[in-house]
């Protein structure tokens, strides 16, 4: 399913331009609790990552990016290649699922940011990351994750809206919400 919503990353990042309340909270994250090494699981374009690493530049800090899309991911390489020389030197970035990706080394700060985790809708799959991620957090180490609440006023105003729509766009908007509702509920 990812493959299909993130196949043109460029326009994932014209969607996000201007997005930085995020950027900014995770930046006050490291500020605050000083870890050395972090991990973003779904780290998508490096919106995040990138400007996470610039952070506490005279201290120790490693930041690991795992994204499951490729095209997101050659464009979080973009992103570090063309960034300042520290974080070229403090990130990386791999291929992976959130739910099972692994490694030896262990993690002071784990974050999933930008509602990514909804891309599972499964109780089970959201259960395996929340594993994996105890699984890589050191002793005392923090999840921290955000997701964005429906807002259901915003909701009905758009549905107030359908009758601005010229008849065909609107046609397809239900068409693909209902779409859309009959594939989650079949997971
Ligand atoms: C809303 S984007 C957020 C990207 C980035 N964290 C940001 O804040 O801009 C969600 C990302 O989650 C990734 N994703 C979805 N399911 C995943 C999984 N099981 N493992 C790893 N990444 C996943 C998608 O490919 C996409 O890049």
């Given at each position: 399913?990812t493959?299909?919503?993130?196949?043109?990353?460029?326009?994932?990042?014209?969607?996000?331009?201007?997005?930085?309340?995020?950027?900014a909270f995770?930046?006050?994250?490291?500020?605050r609790?000083?870890?050395?090494?972090?991990?973003?699981?779904?780290?998508?374009?490096?919106?995040?990552t990138?400007?996470?690493?610039?952070?506490?530049?005279?201290a120790?800090?490693?930041?690991?990016?795992?994204?499951?899309?490729?095209?997101?991911?050659?464009?979080?390489?973009?992103?570090?290649?063309?960034?300042?020389?520290?974080?070229?030197?403090?990130?990386?970035?791999?291929?992976?699922?959130?739910?099972?990706?692994?490694?030896?080394?262990?993690?002071?700060?784990?974050?999933?940011?930008?509602?990514?985790?909804?891309?599972?809708l499964r109780?089970?799959d959201?259960?395996?990351?929340?594993?994996?991620?105890?699984?890589?957090?050191?002793?005392?180490?923090?999840?921290?994750?955000?997701?964005?609440m429906?807002?259901?006023?915003?909701?009905?105003?758009?549905l107030?809206?359908?009758?601005?729509?010229?008849?065909?766009?609107?046609?397809?908007?239900?068409?693909?919400?209902?779409?859309?509702?009959?594939?989650?509920?079949?997971?």
């Open positions: 399913m493959d299909t919503i993130y196949r043109r990353p460029q326009d994932y990042e014209l969607e996000h331009r201007g997005d930085d309340d995020d950027v995770y930046g006050q994250l490291v500020e609790f000083e870890p050395r090494r972090i991990l973003e699981l779904a780290c998508g374009s490096g919106r995040l990138a400007p996470i690493a610039e952070r506490r530049p005279d120790p800090l490693e930041v690991v990016g795992v994204e499951l899309s490729e095209s997101m991911l050659a464009l979080a390489h973009q992103r570090v290649g063309e960034a300042s020389e520290l974080v070229r030197q403090r990130v990386s970035l791999h291929k992976g699922d959130m739910r099972t990706w692994s490694s030896d080394r262990l993690f002071d700060l784990v974050i999933i940011g930008c509602s990514s985790i909804t891309h599972l109780l089970e959201r259960l395996q990351v929340w594993r994996n991620a105890r699984r890589l957090l050191s002793p005392g180490g923090r999840l921290v994750i955000d997701v964005t429906a807002d259901i006023r915003t909701f009905s105003a758009s107030d809206r359908y009758d601005e729509m010229p008849s065909h766009l609107a046609e397809k908007v239900v068409a693909e919400h209902k779409k859309d509702t009959a594939d989650a509920a079949s997971h």
